[in-house]
């Protein structure tokens, strides 16, 4: 019924999907603050249209988050799905076949700015909703929150989490955001990495020099920055921050054996990516150091003289961005506390830094044994016609354990991605398949839950 | 004589400076390719109604160069002044304490792009010429060069050069682009520094990837360009490229003691940079390490996301540029293929590194035995009351080793700037006491050099 269901109702179901990425939702530039609201605004429509019994934009300490909650008279379980509605910036443009705001679909895709995050996933469960509403299928309450602010670490969720205990009570919270091993390898993911961000700022001289007439005797702040990066992490790609891997658990044998047991193709990902070797931590496979390892990458650079020419400067000031990704029991604020002081001691006298921590969010794991975790596999098996391997993941969803600290709510997280959708880079997009097999799966998890 | 025509005719010389400093010729910016016409232009105008025989704009395989002469009728020897009307760009903006295109006059000195480097020191040399042909007081023949690519490496010139020899033909070369040892210090630059100037690129993946689903797997060229610098240089601040020091001549001790009478205040410059300590070649002084030694500097670096925000990015690419200072001996073309070898070889196999040879240039050494060079002391000890001293700097000027090569004549370099003008900067300036006395120590070289 639901596979007949998107068919007659697809072209409507993009339509909506569409006017949603329409709006570029930008949290991390100040100047999409309209476009926060206009997309908070549409959603909420959305959702009073897919019979939500209530819906409403509420405020914050920054974006307003989106509530809806459709209440089922005699139902003793609630299931509260998160998504969010803002995006990553799109930057470089120039790399985007199409306009990374109005969405195309091509070879069975969408190609768009949110198509996959967190849009198009958002979106899977609002269908699947809706499917479930208008069949008059559901036999448990089912609560939506939206955030505005995932994007840029979600600095306000916590509090707003904090203010609306009673609003949010649910028995599972449900998320897709993540992604699968692959499109013929369905996965759930049970575990995430945690972060830490900051922003450094190298400061040598008071003002711009001419290398020619101080080079050589007044520290370059790029290049002290360059020597202080390059001493965070060894030979053996181990991050020397003292004490960082005094809380990283070691992988148990059994995991890694189930890791082991996945099949990537090395080739192929070194193919995708057009490069020679893969690099990271001595010791542990490609897929243990992506998902399961703490990584330290500089997400962003700049000083001197950009872009084109030949400008003969020793700048005054370097900058960047600078992120670690940690592990469960890995915990951001002790982690900041030992890189500010670590990095800082790393800088000669002859250099000021300025160290500022940007966000943070510590690791997840999901345990497999949870009800809702077995409705997932069934509607996933449902869907794909294989049962999903569990799979720990790289990436960060902070507040999947701000929801577990605040609500005390385990998270089931039913994500569709996949790498190839290119989230946070140019040319995002989301297979119409897996797009149509995910609405299934969802709608099959509500059946299986109320079964468990 | 020359000290009343200065008060008499400053408010008219300023205004003839002005209308130079205000057509932003930057010759790094591709859209500024009609100021650089406008600039030349201007040049022409102001030398024709000084007093030149003949000015010219005349066109090279780059911007055009301006030319103008004054023939005396019965001299035997010919001075040609050289100097460039392009200027640097003027990023960061908004540290600049008025609009670097609207020149003003505060605190007695000239506030301007180009104030010192180097339309103010050309206008010196503009406005003793206009002053020596007024009073019919010119007994040599006066040729000007006026370039306009000096700021980016003077890549037509040598075939000018080539191209015009009979027309450049002259005895010594005058050049007012240098600085002084401080205001109360007036010296003779001597020698100068060679450079070489590269522009480097990183690639690692094929597009920016998710630092969460990629981080710890695959190389992030920010990391890897940042462990390449800073691998240039040891411990001890000595470049690291193999062979680089095979050219480089020992001080002789008698210069190293000659520098080391030089007055010099370490504490006073550490507290005009602001800086706590200073930084480079182990063994060396100050003065040696930023005029005698050669230096490795990042003259800009890019790469992930700039600016606002906190992206969770694993870039494609990351760019820097690159400049060594030279001394005189060590070839630049030696140095290119020795530079692009070793960075080539510091590259782990999980990146591709590009290497653009941007320019380069040689050192110079002025002997202290040319009648020109004492000429140039004689004018010096007029205008400031003092005997300059003979020092070598850590700036590059290219040419003066072309002009050697290519014309066979040896340049003095004549100039009157201070460290303190901020020149490449925000807020470069030029003193108003200085700019007096540099037109009069000028008046007093053209003289001097008659009698020799």
């Known amino acids: 019924m639901i596979k007949s269901y998107i068919r007659d109702n697809e072209p409507r179901l993009l339509e909506n999907l569409f006017s949603l990425i329409r709006i570029p939702s930008i949290s991390a530039l100040p100047e999409h603050h309209d476009d926060m609201l206009k997309c908070a605004d549409r959603w909420k429509e959305l959702l009073l249209a897919a019979g939500a019994d209530r819906a409403e934009v509420m405020p914050s300490d920054g974006n307003p988050l989106v509530y809806a909650e459709k209440l089922i008279p005699g139902a003793d379980k609630t299931i509260l799905i998160y998504g969010h509605y803002d995006v990553m910036p799109v930057e470089p443009l120039e790399l985007w076949k199409s306009d ?12 768009a700015r949110g198509a996959d995050d967190d849009k198009g996933q958002s979106f899977i469960q609002y269908a699947a909703f809706e499917f479930l509403v208008k069949h008059n299928l559901l036999r448990h309450n089912v609560k939506f929150i939206l955030e505005g602010e995932e994007e840029i670490g979600s600095p306000s969720l916590e509090t707003f989490l904090a203010q609306h205990r009673e609003l949010l009570k649910s028995d599972i919270i449900l998320v897709s955001d993540t992604s699968m091993l692959a499109a013929d390898l369905p996965s759930l993911t049970t575990g995430l990495r945690g972060i830490a961000y900051w922003d450094v700022e190298v400061t040598g001289p008071n003002h711009d020099l001419h ?37 990283v658990e070691e992988l148990p044998d059994a995991e890694r054996k189930m890791i082991a047991s996945i099949p990537f193709d090395e080739e192929k990902y070194k193919r995708a990516l057009d490069v020679e070797e893969l690099r990271g ?15 330290f990458d500089v997400c962003g650079i700049w000083g001197g003289h950009i872009g084109e020419g030949s400008k003969t400067v020793l700048p005054s000031k370097a900058y960047a961005k600078l992120s670690c990704r940690l592990v469960p029991h890995q915990d951001y604020n002790k982690i900041n506390e030992l890189f500010a002081q670590y990095f800082q001691s790393l800088a000669p006298k002859s250099v000021k830094v300025k160290i500022t921590f940007s966000h943070g969010g510590h690791g997840y794991v999901c345990p497999i044994s949870l009800p809702a975790y077995k409705a997932a596999e069934q509607g996933f098996e449902q869907a794909f016609g294989k049962r999903p391997l569990a799979a720990r993941r790289g990436g960060s969803i902070p507040i999947i354990s701000v929801f577990e600290k605040v609500l005390g709510v385990k998270t089931i997280l039913m994500g569709f991605g996949l790498e190839s959708n290119a989230i946070h880079s140019p040319n995002e997009n989301f297979s119409l398949d897996i797009f149509r097999k995910g ?7 509500h059946e299986a839950y109320d079964q468990l």
């Open 211 to 247: 290398s020619g007439h101080f080079g050589g005797a007044v520290a370059n702040p790029i290049n002290v920055l360059c020597e202080m990066i390059a001493k965070m992490t060894d030979a053996d790609g181990r991050i020397t921050i003292p004490h960082f891997y005094d809380d």
């Open 281 to 295: 931590e001595k010791g542990y496979s490609t897929i243990e150091r992506n998902s399961c390892r703490p990584s």
């Open 100 to 111: 990374p705001f109005k969405p195309e679909v091509r070879d069975e895709h969408i190609w």
């Open 439 to 445: 609405i299934e799966a969802v709608v099959g998890f």
